[in-house]
């Protein structure tokens, strides 16, 4: 029984059980005499290894020491997972990437990935299904956690980007009323107006149109 409760304390606590699968990889590798881990990071000159070094860093929950490779792999040049493997394994280990950077709170890295993953699949599909999943992530970041974090131009831009996107008529007719809502609070009324027309024409019972439309005259009027 006391077994079964040290094992149950560790595994159910995330840090104990990536500790304790640290440990038993390194035993393995002392009975083995190969550590296909070291054997990866060693060839840090390696862009194909570093790649492989990524992957294998996200299966083995270690997240830390992925992004830290990833990071380093852009001096590279052009380095993309995908050269080096299968493309939808690339495009997976990417989504698990850009949810590592939005855990951490980086989030314009996050949208980056998330965005060439919406552009990849549109142009294949992978993740079919799931896809559901990946643009949800992308609208939640870009329309409750960018805003205040970024310099609002900067923010303005990215929703143009995202209408750009095409990833559904709905999607759409949200970014655009969060531009307009930007719009409005910076009395550009002409924009404002246009992309109010604009989300109205894609989703006309969009919740928080009516409002904005309402409130447009009267801002104008003061």
């Given at each position: 029984?006391?077994?079964?409760?040290?094992?149950?304390?560790?595994?159910?606590?995330?840090?104990?059980?990536?500790?304790?699968?640290?440990?038993?990889?390194?035993?393995?590798?002392?009975?083995?005499?190969?550590n296909?881990?070291?054997?990866?990071?060693?060839?840090?000159?390696?862009p194909?290894?570093?790649?492989?070094?990524?992957?294998?860093?996200?299966?083995?929950?270690?997240?830390?020491?992925?992004?830290?490779?990833?990071?380093?792999?852009?001096?590279?040049?052009?380095?993309?997972l995908?050269?080096?493997?299968?493309?939808?394994?690339?495009?997976?280990?990417?989504?698990?990437?850009?949810?590592?950077?939005?855990?951490r709170?980086?989030?314009?890295?996050?949208?980056?990935?998330?965005?060439?993953l919406?552009?990849?699949?549109?142009?294949?599909?992978?993740?079919?299904?799931?896809?559901?999943?990946?643009?949800?992530?992308?609208?939640?970041?870009?329309?409750?956690?960018?805003?205040?974090?970024?310099?609002?131009?900067?923010?303005?831009?990215?929703?143009?980007?995202?209408?750009?996107?095409?990833?559904?008529?709905?999607?759409?007719?949200?970014?655009?009323?969060?531009?307009?809502?930007?719009?409005?609070?910076?009395?550009?009324?002409?924009?404002?107006?246009?992309?109010?027309?604009?989300?109205?024409?894609?989703?006309?019972?969009?919740?928080?149109?009516?409002?904005?439309?309402?409130?447009?005259?009267?801002?104008?009027?003061?």
């Open positions: 029984m006391r077994l079964v409760l040290e094992a149950y304390r560790i595994l159910s606590d995330s840090e104990k059980r990536r500790a304790y699968d640290r440990s038993l990889r390194k035993q393995q590798t002392e009975q083995n005499g190969f296909y881990h070291t054997f990866l990071r060693q060839r840090s000159g390696d194909q290894s570093q790649a492989k070094l990524i992957v294998y860093d996200l299966l083995h929950n270690l997240e830390d020491e992925a992004l830290e490779v990833y990071e380093r792999s852009k001096g590279f040049g052009d380095f993309r995908e050269r080096w493997m299968d493309r939808g394994d690339a495009m997976d280990a990417e989504y698990c990437i850009a949810e590592e950077y939005e855990k709170g980086k989030l314009l890295k996050a949208y980056a990935i998330y965005k060439r919406i552009g990849m699949e549109q142009e294949k599909p992978w993740f079919r299904y799931y896809f559901d999943v990946v643009a949800l992530r992308f609208r939640t970041l870009l329309l409750q956690k960018l805003p205040g974090r970024i310099d609002e131009d900067d923010y303005l831009d990215r929703l143009t980007e995202a209408i750009s996107l095409n990833i559904g008529v709905r999607d759409s007719a949200q970014f655009l009323r969060k531009k307009a809502e930007i719009h409005l609070r910076r009395k550009e009324f002409d924009a404002a107006r246009q992309e109010l027309d604009m989300a109205a024409a894609l989703v006309p019972r969009l919740p928080g149109l009516s409002a904005a439309r309402k409130r447009l005259p009267e801002m104008e009027s003061e």
